[in-house]
């Protein structure tokens, strides 16, 4: 399966506490994104990677929150100080660029804060 | 302020009919809209594209419809199967340079159920 993963599928975790994601994008995509999505929303923007450089980060995505993208290959998404507002799928996406910019997601990461 | 509007949460249609969900936007800068298909637990699946400057793109049984002057677009799914039961997301973006932040302002959804 050459798609994009994510891992893990689910994290839980209580108030407080720190959790990181890791999502591994298609292997010859530069671009690189994370979403989020609540019940019954589509999927907000939160940050963009050009290969390992964040180009751009969503008002959205608060001082707890740290996404990094080392080498330009896979992206980890890290939320300190987990707070139950935070409680959200985590959905990333990559894409080659170009005419229509077709973004190809994993299957996301489901953060339940306790 | 949402820019990307589908006013119907839900839609049955009979299998064989045509399916046709609706997609409003406010931004008149976007200049691709696409369509997602998502079953649970999994992401949202690429359907179908179109550009701000076509006003129809066919894919197999997916056409999109874009109609700039009502900023609205349609996607037609004809002959609707059980297995297009799924929840469709409108989405678009707006090209900003060869390495800006093409990010996706998508829609709330609306789940298309098919009857047997």
């Known amino acids: 399966d050459t798609g994009v993963s994510q891992d893990p599928r689910h994290k839980i975790t209580k108030r407080g506490q720190n959790v990181t994601f890791r999502c591994d994008p298609i292997?010859?995509?530069?671009?690189l994104y994370w979403y989020r999505q609540t019940l019954g929303q589509g999927p907000e923007f939160l940050t963009y990677?050009?290969?390992?450089?964040?180009?751009?980060k969503s008002r959205l995505l608060s001082d707890r929150f740290s996404a990094e993208r080392p080498k330009g290959s896979f992206s980890t998404l890290e939320i300190q100080r987990t707070e139950q507002g935070d409680s959200a799928m985590y959905l990333c996406?990559?894409?080659?660029?170009?005419?229509?910019?077709?973004?190809?997601f994993g299957a996301g990461t489901r953060l339940s804060v306790l | 302020d949402q820019q990307v509007k589908q006013n119907s949460p839900s839609l049955s249609v009979q299998e064989g009919r045509i399916s046709i969900l609706n997609c409003d936007y406010t931004?008149?800068?976007?200049?691709?809209f696409l369509w997602y298909k998502k079953y649970p637990a999994e992401g949202p699946t690429f359907l179908i594209s179109?550009?701000?400057?076509?006003d129809k793109n066919e894919d197999g049984r997916f056409t999109v419809f874009l109609n700039k002057s009502a900023k609205h677009l349609s996607l037609h799914i004809v002959p609707s199967q059980p297995g297009d039961s799924a929840v469709y997301f409108c989405?678009?973006?707006?090209?900003?340079?060869?390495?800006?932040?093409?990010?996706?302002?998508f829609g709330t959804g609306t789940r298309l159920t098919i009857i047997p």
């Open positions: 179109i550009s701000s400057i076509k």
């Open positions: 931004n008149s800068m976007f200049d691709y």
């Open positions: 990677f050009q290969n390992e450089a964040q180009l751009e």
């Open positions: 292997s010859e995509h530069n671009r």
């Open positions: 989405a678009a973006f707006r090209f900003i340079s060869n390495f800006g932040n093409e990010k996706l302002t």
């Open positions: 996406a990559s894409s080659l660029g170009g005419g229509a910019n077709i973004q190809y």
